[in-house]
């Protein structure tokens, strides 16, 4: 037997699963919630957007989970199957009471954000939650609940389609409910919301920049389109087939940005992002087209990119967060690693990762001129692990919020070298253990590249950086000591100065050449050489 339990938060703090392990002492206990995947000990973390896929692809799942954890030389044992019949219940039961709560209120009304640019309301996640209390229980309140939501939603003057992310959160809710309600509902009325998705959600993508973007706008995007698409087939199945066939090839085109080593574009935060809603899409595909993805779930790198994902993830549990979006979720972590070993992910963002058994650093190459990335190009992080205590030493802050910086007006989205954007600290090289001249902005479209150097670095080309480089080069070498960083620049023109910066949260004291830097009670020494 494997125990299974489904959170819909991240809180693990709940008593019941953890005494079941320990009275019962199984092999494997996997834990559903909106964690990322993580193994610690018996314990497997799944995030919630494969559950879907757990079921029908259990044993790949499992290999997933090897393949992640063998990245830092853990071993995973193959999974018991399932009882028949086996559910997580205490996510039900969580739906069923936010459904209750829904019922009490009258739905949300349509609501814009500060500057009038982004759908607020709630209410493609209230429907969804209704039609899950629905599947789970086949009580008609809970479905009669979501035609109340679906008609007040219907009843907005649009579901603002010029931003089409906060679009599709209201379509996907109708989507749920006419896939797990709709053969319960009056035909009338299915035919009617059908309508409705039809002409607020899927016209409105008809002039959507992302379809070509190739960015995370895209695959979220073309999920919604797909969904909808499925759900509308049988009234209109023409318009829907050509829905579902643009967005499946949009998605493939997308997806891109996994190749060739699987390390995404837009950095992990916005992997996330995307690879959840692809793995959305997949599930529905298989589902509600006969079990065929479109050839989704094959696209190159993008198997490859759950270790890449894991790879920078270090022994805090943080993982190097680089570029634009909200930090991701933490997951502490016993250090598995037991020998140097040194990987570069290929890609348009290349990255690469040093580790031994008491040191882990993460590196980036790369450019500005690409959408959400940071003037970050030859940037790294730093971790060390004593005593089963690990310390991140160097930093990377990640983003600021895009609504403080639109509401001061900057040029948020442009990534030209003029670009107000670059002057927001945590955007421009300040805020990146970077190499400069003189503390100024990168060139924008300076390339740098990544490749390992022997079994114990790896080197980056940065000349692209500065127009008055012959050549620049930065190295990273694990040693007994630690680290060695080697920063090496030819042609540099007389009176100006190499500067390199780094964030940290340690307390610095400075000491001739040496830089010591103590933080939660350990030391670092940086020397000058």
Same mark, same amino acid.
């Given at each position: 037997?494997?125990?299974?339990?489904?959170?819909?938060?991240?809180?693990?703090?709940?008593?019941?699963?953890?005494?079941?392990?320990?009275?019962?002492?199984?092999?494997?206990?996997?834990?559903?919630?909106?964690?990322?995947?993580?193994?610690?000990?018996?314990?497997?973390?799944?995030?919630?957007?494969?559950?879907?896929?757990?079921?029908?692809?259990?044993?790949?799942?499992?290999?997933?989970?090897?393949?992640?954890?063998?990245?830092?030389?853990?071993?995973?044992?193959?999974?018991?199957?399932?009882?028949?019949?086996?559910?997580?219940?205490?996510?039900?039961?969580?739906?069923?009471?936010?459904?209750?709560?829904?019922?009490?209120?009258?739905?949300?009304?349509?609501?814009?954000?500060?500057?009038?640019?982004?759908?607020?309301?709630?209410?493609?996640?209230?429907?969804?939650?209704?039609?899950?209390?629905?599947?789970?229980?086949?009580?008609?309140?809970?479905?009669?609940?979501?035609?109340?939501?679906?008609?007040?939603?219907?009843?907005?003057?649009?579901?603002?389609?010029?931003?089409?992310?906060?679009?599709?959160?209201?379509?996907?809710?109708?989507?749920?409910?006419?896939?797990?309600?709709?053969?319960?509902?009056?035909?009338?009325?299915?035919?009617?919301?059908?309508?409705?998705?039809?002409?607020?959600?899927?016209?409105?993508?008809?002039?959507?920049?992302?379809?070509?973007?190739?960015?995370?706008?895209?695959?979220?995007?073309?999920?919604?389109?797909?969904?909808?698409?499925?759900?509308?087939?049988?009234?209109?199945?023409?318009?829907?087939?050509?829905?579902?066939?643009?967005?499946?090839?949009?998605?493939?085109?997308?997806?891109?940005?996994?190749?060739?080593?699987?390390?995404?574009?837009?950095?992990?935060?916005?992997?996330?992002?995307?690879?959840?809603?692809?793995?959305?899409?997949?599930?529905?595909?298989?589902?509600?087209?006969?079990?065929?993805?479109?050839?989704?779930?094959?696209?190159?790198?993008?198997?490859?990119?759950?270790?890449?994902?894991?790879?920078?993830?270090?022994?805090?549990?943080?993982?190097?967060?680089?570029?634009?979006?909200?930090?991701?979720?933490?997951?502490?972590?016993?250090?598995?690693?037991?020998?140097?070993?040194?990987?570069?992910?290929?890609?348009?963002?290349?990255?690469?990762?040093?580790?031994?058994?008491?040191?882990?650093?993460?590196?980036?190459?790369?450019?500005?001129?690409?959408?959400?990335?940071?003037?970050?190009?030859?940037?790294?992080?730093?971790?060390?692990?004593?005593?089963?205590?690990?310390?991140?030493?160097?930093?990377?802050?990640?983003?600021?919020?895009?609504?403080?910086?639109?509401?001061?007006?900057?040029?948020?989205?442009?990534?030209?070298?003029?670009?107000?954007?670059?002057?927001?600290?945590?955007?421009?090289?300040?805020?990146?253990?970077?190499?400069?001249?003189?503390?100024?902005?990168?060139?924008?479209?300076?390339?740098?590249?990544?490749?390992?150097?022997?079994?114990?670095?790896?080197?980056?080309?940065?000349?692209?950086?500065?127009?008055?480089?012959?050549?620049?080069? #930065?190295?990273? %070498? =694990? $040693?007994?000591? +630690?680290? &060695? /960083?080697?920063?090496?620049?030819?042609?540099?023109?007389?009176?100006?100065?190499?500067?390199?910066?780094?964030?940290?949260?340690?307390?610095?004291?400075?000491?001739? #050449?040496?830089? %010591? =830097? $103590?933080?939660? +009670?350990? &030391? /670092?020494?940086?020397?000058?050489?």
């Amino acid at each position: 037997i494997v125990p299974v339990e489904g959170k819909a938060g991240e809180d693990k703090k709940a008593s019941t699963f953890k005494n079941y392990v320990k009275e019962k002492c199984p092999k494997w206990a996997i834990r559903f919630s909106r964690r990322n995947l993580k193994r610690d000990g018996g314990f497997v973390n799944i995030p919630l957007y494969l559950v879907e896929r757990f079921s029908a692809c259990l044993m790949k799942t499992f290999v997933f989970l090897a393949v992640a954890a063998a990245s830092f030389g853990m071993a995973v044992a193959a999974p018991q199957p399932k009882e028949d019949g086996a559910k997580a219940d205490a996510v039900a039961t969580g739906v069923v009471a936010q459904a209750d709560a829904l019922l009490g209120r009258e739905p949300p009304p349509r609501k814009l954000d500060a500057i009038g640019k982004r759908l607020r309301s709630p209410i493609g996640e209230n429907i969804a939650t209704l039609a899950d209390a629905y599947a789970a229980t086949k009580d008609r309140k809970y479905l009669d609940g979501a035609v109340r939501y679906m008609r007040a939603a219907a009843a907005y003057s649009d579901w603002k389609p010029s931003y089409y992310l906060t679009c599709a959160g209201v379509m996907n809710g109708f989507s749920r409910a006419l896939e797990v309600c709709g053969k319960d509902m009056d035909a009338e009325v299915r035919a009617e919301l059908q309508d409705v998705l039809l002409d607020k959600g899927l016209k409105g993508s008809f002039l959507g920049w992302w379809w070509w973007a190739k960015s995370n706008w895209t695959q979220v995007c073309c999920y919604a389109v797909a969904y909808a698409a499925l759900q509308i087939r049988d009234r209109h199945p023409r318009r829907a087939e050509s829905y579902l066939k643009d967005a499946i090839n949009g998605t493939k085109s997308a997806m891109e940005a996994y190749a060739p080593d699987g390390c995404y574009t837009e950095g992990p935060s916005y992997w996330h992002y995307a690879t959840e809603n692809t793995e959305k899409m997949i599930a529905v595909l298989r589902r509600c087209n006969g079990g065929d993805d479109g050839g989704i779930s094959a696209m190159p790198g993008y198997e490859a990119s759950k270790r890449w994902i894991a790879d920078l993830r270090g022994p805090t549990g943080r993982v190097f967060c680089f570029a634009d979006g909200s930090p991701v979720p933490d997951e502490p972590r016993a250090w598995g690693v037991t020998n140097v070993f040194v990987r570069v992910h290929r890609g348009i963002q290349p990255t690469g990762v040093l580790a031994s058994p008491t040191m882990w650093v993460a590196v980036k190459g790369g450019r500005a001129r690409v959408n959400h990335a940071h003037m970050d190009a030859g940037c790294f992080v730093l971790e060390t692990v004593r005593g089963g205590r690990p310390v991140r030493w160097v930093e990377d802050l990640g983003t600021e919020k895009y609504s403080l910086m639109e509401k001061a007006g900057l040029d948020v989205w442009n990534t030209r070298q003029s670009s107000t954007r670059w002057r927001v600290f945590r955007q421009g090289v300040q805020a990146h253990a970077v190499l400069t001249v003189d503390g100024g902005d990168f060139d924008v479209g300076g390339n740098v590249t990544l490749a390992a150097d022997g079994s114990d670095a790896i080197a980056a080309d940065l000349t692209e950086l500065c127009g008055e480089w012959k050549k620049a080069t #930065r190295r990273w %070498r =694990l $040693t007994e000591g +630690g680290l &060695t /960083l080697t920063d090496e620049i030819a042609g540099a023109k007389e009176g100006h100065s190499a500067v390199f910066n780094f964030l940290t949260r340690a307390k610095p004291e400075v000491e001739g #050449r040496v830089l %010591r =830097l $103590t933080c939660d +009670g350990q &030391t /670092l020494e940086v020397t000058a050489g």
